[in-house]
């Protein structure tokens, strides 16, 4: 249905146009001014040497989760890479060496050129496996090929680099609740 | 337990209908069947696991319940096990909620216990009991958590016997072939049976009673059967699964091409299943006529040899070289020769072998076409295989192919030129083979380096099976369609009927070009074409022998 949008009453001065624009301008003089007296002040980033702060939720580069033990979490069941919608995950499965566990990946490769961060992996993931998490939003590298992360990539992270209070990372292999997750986890304890 | 006369009576298209109630309507149905199978022609699915057509009726499960009438009014009955009676009166879930209730308590029995492995299981999605809880179950639990469900991966349940067979436990290793989980084992003894009654080896059994019970081999003994694979399908949930594509590949994730199995006459109807240009397993395909429901272990394994040693390109006195240049070279050689043999080949389709005709036809009297296979035929082992690995035999008989093989040995000398399609005769028997050597120029089309393509002093490559449109004529004068799955290792190479036709300038575009000729050439095809031919293929009137 079609809607009338009534446009704006505008007064004589706007109307006029260069009054508006000159407006405009002090702004823009204003701050350029400010930069000459006390750059300090100003409301901009010396990007890249100074880098923004980015929000855990933010959906950045992929990292797979550990178990005590170190191996991955993940249970190669294919659900990312059935819901990724630019299907850039490649799992290959293989029977797991732990008898409590049925399969582990073999292979287990991002394209991330090819991703577009929507985040369903994560979201598919029945074991928490697979998190978005790392901040790492700057991807550079010279070949096609670098933009693959590997399985090894995926999993080479660093508990501290994650707060305390994310304990499924401190449970990792090197992370504050590492000793204790991994006695329990000997002990048949899967959680 | 099930008894192996009580196969079920499956409708036919001519079956004399019988009028009963369902749901309060009047339906017509076949008469003499059950009544899963009569729901079904009117479009009533009925959830069941332990039924199957090709099995005798066991009516274990519970799952496929519906209402009949009786002498006490109307009460739950099995419909797997329930004939149709003229005039009966029958409730579905649709009208009873008696039917809803007793299908969703038998429902959350079998889930009892049963693991939450979904996510990490072969079958799901193509599981039995996914489906049927989606259809009739959707239950909330009421299991107490602080119980918990009964784990069998446990190092408890795991037992061995007193010859040290595993007898328990989420990972048994039945045999060379199958593995077995007892935790999602629902106990319908589908597999029981078809080792019983199909196989005829009665290999498993059920072990123990109630909810102890599980399913086991003899002590000592393996799970080894030429058709153990079978039980792989029949079992409605992940508790059997085939070593060979156990965790290889989801199975939403594949798509189907539906063509015949092409190493055994009876020409087994087969699923080829793919995803990303691989073929990942061979499923059975039922045809009540032909395999039922089951295919050999050594037919299901044959898309392995899709990937293996394939000849993708051509190769000429040992060195490789492109295919369109091999094509090249060899009908220079073809057209340069003196006498021509050509020798066609069962394991090639209608289409490819009538290419090779019609590429003698123009060669005039310089060719010559042989045909016949030195593979010794076998007995036909009453389930899905003729013993026959010539699976095209037929149809090269009825386009007038003869078996001459032998011919061709006495008569090498005669010839400076030999044109094998698609029949490795090297491997077949050497000895025979080495006096076509005499042959100065031998070329093979064949989709693999065999031993005929490295015998041959210019190989083509060409299409597998699995990739190619066209036809067959089995051992009981059915032709069978085959379907292209698009899983060739490159996209130049071309069927054989293309690649002849290239050779002989036929100007064929397409395999219906091909059909064409075979058509002229066989009268029981006319009037045929690949779409009356259909997915379950045809009877030729008056050719099987
Ligand atoms: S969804 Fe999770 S567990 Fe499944 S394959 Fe992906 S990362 Fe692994
Ligand atoms: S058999 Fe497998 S797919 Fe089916 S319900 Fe059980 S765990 Fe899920
Ligand atoms: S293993 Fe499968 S086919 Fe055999 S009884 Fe159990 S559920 Fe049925
Ligand atoms: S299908 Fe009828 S009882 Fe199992």
New binding site residues.
């Given amino acids: 249905m079609a809607r009338v949008v009534p446009r704006p009453e505008m007064t004589l001065a706007e109307k006029a146009y260069i009054p508006e624009i000159l407006r405009g301008m002090r702004v823009t003089w204003s701050h350029f001014l400010k930069g000459f007296n006390e750059p300090e002040t100003l409301p901009v980033q010396s990007y890249p040497e100074v880098q923004w702060e980015i929000d855990r939720n933010y959906r950045a580069k992929h990292r797979l989760m550990k178990r005590p033990d170190g191996e991955p979490r993940c249970v190669a069941c294919f659900m990312c890479s059935t819901a990724c919608p630019a299907r850039c995950i490649h799992i290959e499965a293989t029977e797991s060496d732990d008898p409590r566990i049925e399969k582990k990946p073999a292979k287990f490769d991002i394209d991330l050129l090819v991703c577009v961060f929507c985040g369903l992996c994560a979201e598919a993931c029945p074991v928490d496996a697979i998190r978005m998490d790392t901040k790492v939003i700057a991807l550079a590298a010279d070949t096609r090929g670098k933009f693959v992360a590997t399985k090894e990539q995926l999993l080479d992270w660093n508990p501290a680099d994650y707060p305390a209070s994310d304990t499924q990372s401190q449970k990792a292999p090197g992370g504050l609740l590492n000793a204790e997750a991994r006695a329990r986890w000997a002990q048949g304890d899967a959680t | 337990m099930s008894n192996s006369y009580n196969k079920p009576v499956l409708p036919k298209a001519d079956s004399k209908k019988v009028s009963i109630v369902v749901d309060g309507a009047d339906v017509e149905v076949p008469e003499g069947t059950n009544l899963v199978e009569a729901l079904k022609t009117i479009g009533i699915d009925t959830p069941h696991f332990c039924y199957h057509q090709d099995l005798p009726v066991a009516g274990n499960c519970r799952q496929c319940m519906v209402e009949t009438d009786g002498p006490r009014g109307m009460g739950l009955a099995i419909a797997c096990y329930t004939p149709v009676r003229p005039g009966m009166k029958v409730a579905t879930d649709r009208s009873s909620e008696k039917v809803k209730t007793a299908r969703k308590a038998v429902m959350e029995f079998l889930l009892a216990n049963h693991p939450l492995d979904c996510p990490i299981c072969d079958k799901a999605g193509e599981c039995t009991l996914q489906d049927n809880y989606m259809s009739s179950g959707k239950h909330e639990s009421r299991m107490r958590e602080e119980i918990g469900k009964q784990y069998k991966g446990a190092p408890e349940h795991r037992h061995l016997d007193a010859k040290g067979q595993d007898r328990g436990g989420k990972h048994i290793d039945l045999g060379p072939t199958v593995i077995?989980d007892q935790e999602r084992?629902?106990?319908?003894?589908?597999?029981?049976r078809f080792m019983r009654d199909v196989a005829g080896d009665e290999q498993l059994y059920i072990a123990a009673r109630g909810d102890h019970a599980f399913?086991t081999t003899f002590p000592g003994q393996p799970l080894q059967h030429d058709y153990d694979l079978n039980?792989t399908d029949?079992?409605?949930?992940g508790?059997?699964t085939g070593k060979h594509f156990r965790f290889q590949q989801r199975v939403w994730l594949l798509s189907k091409t539906e063509t015949i199995a092409p190493d055994d006459s009876l020409g087994a109807n087969i699923t080829v299943e793919h995803h990303d240009g691989h073929v990942w397993r061979i499923m059975p395909r039922r045809h009540p006529d032909v395999n039922k429901s089951w295919i050999s272990n050594a037919t299901r394994l044959l898309y392995q040899t899709l990937s293996e040693n394939r000849l993708t390109g051509g190769s000429f006195r040992g060195a490789d070289v492109p295919l369109a240049d091999a094509v090249e070279r060899a009908r220079e050689l073809v057209h340069g020769a003196r006498k021509v043999a050509l020798v066609a080949s069962g394991h090639l389709t209608l289409e490819d072998n009538a290419a090779l005709l019609a590429l003698a036809e123009s060669l005039g009297s310089r060719a010559e076409v042989f045909g016949g296979s030195w593979l010794a035929v076998g007995a036909p082992d009453g389930i899905a295989r003729s013993g026959d690995p010539v699976a095209n035999r037929l149809g090269c008989t009825l386009l007038g192919i003869s078996d001459n093989l032998s011919d061709l040995v006495r008569r090498a000398k005669e010839f400076d030129c030999l044109v094998v399609a698609g029949h490795d005769l090297w491997a077949a028997d050497a000895e025979r083979a080495k006096s076509l050597s005499v042959i100065p120029e031998r070329i093979a089309l064949s989709a693999w380096h065999d031993a005929t393509a490295q015998a041959s002093t210019l190989a083509v490559g060409i299409r597998a099976w699995a990739e190619v449109r066209g036809s067959m004529i089995n051992v009981q004068g059915r032709i069978q369609r085959l379907q292209a799955a698009p899983t060739a290792p490159t996209p130049d190479l071309e069927p054989a009927w293309q690649v002849i036709s290239r050779l002989g300038h036929l100007g064929w575009t397409s395999e219906v070009d091909a059909f064409r000729f075979a058509q002229g050439r066989i009268p029981a095809l006319s009037g045929l074409n690949y779409r009356t031919i259909g997915s379950q293929g045809r009877i030729l009137e008056g050719v099987a022998p």
């Fill in positions: 077995l084992c629902i106990l319908c003894d589908r597999c029981t399913i039980v029949i079992c409605p949930v508790a059997l």
